[in-house]
C-alpha cells in the first residue's frame, strides 16, 4: 500500500501532504527518537507526518558510539532496571528488528590487578549477561588468560595487562539505522519531509492544533495541521520550548562527545577493547577497515548545529588509549574525528553530567503538545512507545497498543536466508561474495532495488574506490532511495566516508556529486553549491583540530 522510498519527488508528495492533510501526530525532529515516534505511531494506525530540519539522523543520531548495549558503566550506577531494558532491545534488534544491520560485537575488558580485577569485574560481567537472561543470541562473558591476550590483541601492554574478560554487545551504523527506520515509517504511511523547519506552533485557544513551518529549500512557510505534536529535538528541546512560548518540565544539559578514527593496521586486536577512565569508560570499536575510538564526556553550551572536535579531546582519547596499547596510538595515524551531543535530561542544577542518568522524560507542556528526550540510542523504540502512549490521550479515541516489538523495519526480512544464498546472488549480479556480503550487511532484503539500479546501468557495479567497499549503485541509490540531497547527506551519513577516508574524503567528492547530479536534477552551478556545503562544513572541522595540532607543533618544535 504505501512505499518506502524517499527521493526528490517522494518529498514534494509530502510537502504537498503537510499543507492539505489533517494529521493525528506530527512528529518534530528526524532523529532515532523521532523516526522512531513515527513509526510506532504510524503502525498503530495513526495518519502521521514528521518534519525534520536537516537531514535524516543529522544530529546527535550520526554521531554516536554506535553500540546498541546495556551500559556497563550503569551497572556502577546500580541502574539495573536501565540495563535490563536495553538489554532487551538489544536482544530484539539483533534477532527480530534489524538484524541486517545491529551486529553483536565482542569486546576486551582488561584486567591489571590480578586477583581483585578478575573478582570485581567478573562479578558485574556476569551480573551483565544474566540481566539479559538465558534466552539470547548473544555469548555469554569468557575470562581470558594473560598468555591467551597475546595471541588475541597483542596491542594490550603484556606489562600492565594481566589478563582479560572478554563480553559481547552489539553495534550499528547509527546514521543509516536511523534513516532505515524513517523509511519503515514511511512505508506504514508515515508523512516525511526533511529540509522543513517547524518555527512556531499553532493555537486554538491553550491547546497546540498544528505548527509553522518552512520548507528551507524553497522557504515557502506552511501550516501543518495535527491533533497532537510530538517533539524529539534532542538537545534542541530548551531552545524549542523557548522559542515556542511553552515552559517544560525539564532541562536538556549537553554533553559534547568525540571519537577519533583509525586505520585497522594501527591496533593489533581481533576484539574490541574497552577501558576504565577516571570519569567513565573508553572503547575502542572495530568498524570495518577502521577502529572507532572515544568517546569524551564534557560539558557543553556552545553551537548545538555543529559541535566541533578540539585537541584537548582527541589529546584525552590518545592518552587514554595509550595507557594499555603498545605501540602508542599517534596523532599521525588519525583518519577521521567527529563529535556529537548527548541530550542528558536535567534534573537538579548542579550535577555533573556523567552522573545524570540516561533515562528519558516525556512531558505534556501544553494540550496537544507532548516532548521527549534523554535516554540512549538503544532505547528508542522503548521511548517511541511511552511518546506516543501519552500523546494518544489527546486523540478523542480509542489507539491500538503499539506493535514495534515485533515490526521488523525495511531490509530485516528475509535477511538471514540472503546471506545463506550469496553465491545465487553472485552469479544473478555478477559482484563479488565480498560485495554482496557488504551490500546484505547495510540494505538486506532491498539489496533487490540495488540489483535494479545495476541491471539497468551496469557501471553501477563498479567499486567508488578500491580502498573502500562501496559501488556506484549504492550512491546513486542514496539520493534514488534513501532521501539524500546533497553531497554532505551521502558522504557523512548515507555512506561514513567523511571519517572512513583520510581527508574526510575529499578525493572522492567530484565522482560523487556527479553521479547524484542527474538524479536530484542539479544544474553545474547546483552542483558545485553542494560540493562547497560540503567542503565548508569540513574545513570548519578541521580547523579546530588541525589548528590545534599545529598550535602544538609549534611549542614542540
Ligand atoms: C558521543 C556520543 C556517543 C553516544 N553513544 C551511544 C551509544 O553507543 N549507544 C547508545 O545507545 N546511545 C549513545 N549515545 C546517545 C544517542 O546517540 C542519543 O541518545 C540519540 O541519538 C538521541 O537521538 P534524538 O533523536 O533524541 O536526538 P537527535 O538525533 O539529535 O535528533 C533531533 C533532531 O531534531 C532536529 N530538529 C531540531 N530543531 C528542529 C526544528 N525546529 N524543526 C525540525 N527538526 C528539528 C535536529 O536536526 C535533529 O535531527 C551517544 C551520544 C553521543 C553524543
Not at 263 to 282: E, H, W, Y
Not at 423 to 436: C, K, R
Amino acid at each position: 500500500m504505501f512505499n518506502s522510498r524517499l527521493d526528490p519527488n517522494q518529498r514534494e508528495n509530502a510537502l504537498h501532504a503537510l499543507e492539505t492533510q489533517n494529521f493525528d501526530v506530527l512528529v518534530i525532529g528526524g532523529g532515532v527518537t523521532g523516526v522512531g515516534t513515527a513509526l510506532d505511531a504510524a503502525s498503530r494506525g495513526l495518519r502521521v507526518a514528521l518534519v525534520e530540519v536537516n537531514d535524516i539522523a543529522s544530529g546527535t543520531s550520526s554521531r554516536s558510539s554506535k553500540l546498541i548495549h546495556g551500559g556497563l558503566r550503569y551497572l556502577e550506577q546500580y541502574d539495573f532496571k536501565l540495563v535490563r531494558e536495553a538489554l532487551q532491545e538489544r536482544e530484539a534488534l539483533v534477532t527480530v528488528l534489524a538484524p541486517h544491520l545491529v551486529k553483536p560485537v565482542a569486546f576486551l575488558y582488561p584486567l591489571h590487578e590480578k586477583i581483585k580485577d578478575r573478582t570485581y569485574v567478573g562479578a558485574g560481567l556476569a551480573l551483565y549477561d544474566v540481566l539479559r537472561g538465558f534466552n539470547r543470541a548473544l555469548p555469554w562473558h569468557k575470562h581470558i588468560s594473560q598468555k591467551s591476550i597475546a595471541a588475541i590483541a597483542p596491542s594490550l601492554r603484556p606489562d600492565i595487562v594481566t589478563g582479560a574478560i572478554k563480553y559481547f554487545d552489539a553495534q550499528v551504523d547509527d546514521a543509516r539505522h536511523t534513516m532505515m527506520v524513517a523509511r519503515t515509517a514511511a512505508r506504514h504511511g508515515a508523512v516525511i519531509a526533511t529540509r522543513v523547519r517547524c518555527e512556531s506552533l499553532i493555537f486554538e485557544g491553550k491547546k497546540v492544533i498544528g505548527v509553522v513551518a518552512t520548507d528551507t529549500v524553497s522557504g515557502k512557510k506552511i501550516n501543518i495541521a495535527a491533533a497532537v505534536t510530538i517533539m524529539c529535538a534532542g538537545v534542541w528541546s530548551d531552545e524549542l520550548h523557548a522559542k515556542f512560548g511553552l515552559k517544560a518540565g525539564y532541562e536538556v544539559r549537553m554533553s559534547k562527545g568525540v571519537h577519533i578514527v583509525l586505520p585497522k593496521s594501527a591496533i593489533n586486536s581481533q576484539s574490541g577493547i574497552i577501558l576504565k577512565t577516571p570519569t567513565s569508560v573508553l572503547f575502542v570499536i572495530p568498524w570495518n577497515n577502521e577502529w572507532i575510538v572515544g568517546t569524551t564526556d564534557t560539558e557543553y553550551t556552545g553551537d548545538r548545529n555543529e559541535p566541533l572536535a578540539l585537541r584537548e579531546d582527541v589529546e584525552y582519547i590518545l592518552n587514554q588509549a595509550n595507557r594499555v596499547l603498545k605501540p602508542k596510538l599517534s596523532e599521525a595515524e588519525i583518519i577521521g574525528v567527529y563529535a556529537g551531543l548527548r541530550p542528558l535530561v536535567s534534573r537538579k542544577a548542579d550535577s555533573s553530567t556523567s552522573k545524570l542518568s540516561r533515562e528519558h522524560t516525556v512531558d505534556r507542556p501544553a494540550p496537544g503538545f507532548v516532548s521527549i528526550a534523554g535516554g540512549k540510542y538503544t532505547t528508542y523504540r522503548i521511548m517511541a512507545t511511552d511518546a506516543v502512549d501519552i500523546a494518544s490521550k489527546e486523540l478523542k479515541r480509542a489507539v491500538p497498543n503499539s506493535v514495534t516489538d515485533k515490526l521488523p523495519i525495511v531490509g530485516a526480512d528475509g535477511y538471514l536466508a540472503l546471506m545463506q544464498q550469496i553465491p545465487a546472488l553472485q552469479s544473478e549480479s555478477g559482484l563479488s561474495a565480498a560485495t554482496i556480503e557488504h551490500l546484505l550487511n547495510r540494505y538486506g532484503s532491498l539489496i533487490s532495488e540495488i540489483l535494479e539500479l545495476i541491471a539497468s546501468d551496469v557501471s553501477l557495479a563498479t567499486s567508488l574506490h578500491p580502498s573502500f567497499p562501496y559501488i556506484k549503485a549504492e550512491i546513486l541509490y542514496a539520493v534514488t532511495h534513501e532521501g539524500a540531497q546533497s553531497v554532505d547527506d551521502v558522504i557523512s551519513r548515507r555512506t561514513r566516508l567523511t571519517f572512513e577516508a583520510p581527508e574526510n574524503a575529499e578525493t572522492l567528492v567530484l565522482q560523487i556529486a556527479d553521479i547524484i547530479a542527474p538524479a536530484l536534477g542539479w544544474n553545474k552551478n547546483e552542483k558545485q553549491l553542494s560540493i562547497d556545503e560540503y567542503m565548508a562544513i569540513v574545513h570548519r572541522e578541521r580547523e579546530a583540530v588541525a589548528s590545534l595540532f599545529e598550535d602544538k607543533s609549534a611549542v614542540n618544535s
